[in-house]
């Protein structure tokens, strides 16, 4: 156990916690938020509310839970190991979605900074070759992967910090207001039209607890810093896609692949539109380089638990599990295909929605646990009771979020789902002593 002197104080793991969300997934929402129109800030209020809902239940799992494995961990203690594999499947099946969402932004900006326009046959053909580009360097070193992704996220977050702080000076209160309702939508349709997608930049979240260990006061300090920076990077998202929306005409900005460089064009000149545009390129390009080795981890870690195929645990010389990435390059070049749509950000838009109902999985799984790990773990009273309260009514938000994902998304969702039920059935032999071992813990 460290020396209190190397551990990080509230306010550093709070940073942290805020930029583990900040990064790619918020750089193409103003464009699909425009689409609903400036009333999306009272999505952004609810989103906020729920996900930070969320982080407090993750920091009580993270808190109390004795069992490793994450989200799969704190699932056990409720649905046994059966709820463990699905969380981590929802998991891993989300993350795998979610890098094409992230893919599909590169290609946006990329375009834009180039000044061209394809087909969508093009742009889809696109996307699948930023999925290989960004894995085969992670077949090399893990390490290079680690620190350029760690040094590339001040590319998006950069520009994003100095726009909610000089953006105001731009700022049409008019343009804001004309642009509320282009659609004359109803209060809660409209709501409901953005929350997914809002949903979709904190998604991350539940990586909030993970450093509990490095804390000075873990059970002070990781409440502290789940809630803190996930309302500040709620107040980010806010502010940055409100002042964005009284900048830029909302007919432009809900056609534009690369909103952020759009609007510093609008502020200053094209060049600079373009400079903005192409640091965020080499920023998105670096996120996704690391995300795709994350993802080879997660399914190598669920492999490991005997979760997923032994193909996906099978490393080269370097500890890189090369075979399994190259499966999940597939299986992503595959779902580019599948979601291939007239524009670009309606191929984002379907992606994210699919990401959050899949999500939204090992989320609802983890929330329910809650009651049982603090029972576990010997909380009592009020101590309980109350955050019991919240972390039902984030489930609650969490079950709202899939349903506004649209009914395409929960369609698709809910056989993902069942298929996880069914490749359970067929696994579940390799884990009844372990299923009577966890029922005689809680005889």
Not at 75 to 92: I, L, Q
């Amino acid at each position: 156990m460290g020396s209190t002197k190397t551990k990080m104080n509230v306010w550093q793991l709070t940073m942290i916690t805020a930029i583990n969300m900040i990064g790619s997934g918020l750089i193409m929402l103003p464009a699909d938020l425009a689409q609903v129109g400036t009333m999306s800030i009272l999505s952004w209020i609810i989103t906020t509310i729920g996900a930070t809902a969320l982080a407090y239940g993750f920091a009580r799992c993270g808190m109390f839970s004795k069992r490793d494995g994450g989200m799969g961990g704190y699932s056990e203690y409720t649905f046994g190991k059966s709820g463990n594999f699905m969380a981590n499947y929802g998991y891993a099946i989300a993350c795998t979605i979610a890098n094409v969402a992230i893919a599909v932004t590169i290609v946006g900006y990329a375009l834009t900074f180039l000044g061209i326009k394809l087909s969508p046959a093009m742009n889809t053909a696109c996307v699948i070759l930023v999925v290989w580009l960004t894995t085969i360097p992670n077949f090399f070193s893990a390490k290079i992967t680690g620190i350029i992704g760690s040094f590339t996220i001040w590319g998006i977050i950069g520009p994003v910090i100095i726009f909610c702080i000089i953006g105001w000076f731009w700022f049409s209160p008019s343009l804001f207001a004309a642009s509320w309702n282009p659609h004359h939508l109803g209060l809660f349709h409209g709501i409901s039209q953005s929350i997914s997608i809002t949903l979709w930049a904190f998604l991350g979240l539940e990586s909030a607890s993970a450093n509990m260990e490095a804390v000075e006061n873990p059970q002070r300090d990781v409440p502290i810093a789940c809630l803190g920076g996930t309302i500040g990077a709620g107040i980010i998202y806010i502010v940055s896609t409100s002042i964005i929306q009284g900048i830029v005409p909302g007919h432009l900005l809900a056609n534009s692949n690369a909103p952020f460089g759009l609007v510093f064009a609008t502020m200053f000149t094209p060049l600079v539109g373009k400079i903005v545009t192409g640091i965020m390129v080499l920023a998105c390009f670096g996120s996704l380089l690391a995300w795709q080795f994350t993802l080879g981890q997660v399914f190598k870690s669920s492999a490991g638990q005997n979760y997923f195929p032994k193909i996906f645990k099978k490393v080269s010389k370097k500890d890189v599990p090369v075979v399994g990435l190259v499966i999940l390059c597939i299986l992503q070049s595959l779902f580019a295909l599948l979601t291939i749509s007239p524009t670009l950000n309606k191929e984002f838009e379907t992606i994210v929605n699919l990401s959050i109902v899949t999500n939204m999985i090992p989320y609802v799984l983890s929330m329910a646990a809650v009651p049982v790990i603090q029972k576990c773990a010997g909380i009592k009273g009020k101590s309980a009771l109350i955050p019991s309260i919240i972390t039902f009514l984030a489930g609650v938000y969490s079950l709202y979020a899939m349903y506004t994902s649209g009914a395409q998304a929960m369609l698709y969702g809910g056989v993902v789902a069942l298929f996880g039920w069914t490749l359970y059935g067929a696994l579940a032999n390799r884990f009844e002593k372990e299923n009577d071992l966890l029922n005689k813990d809680f005889k």
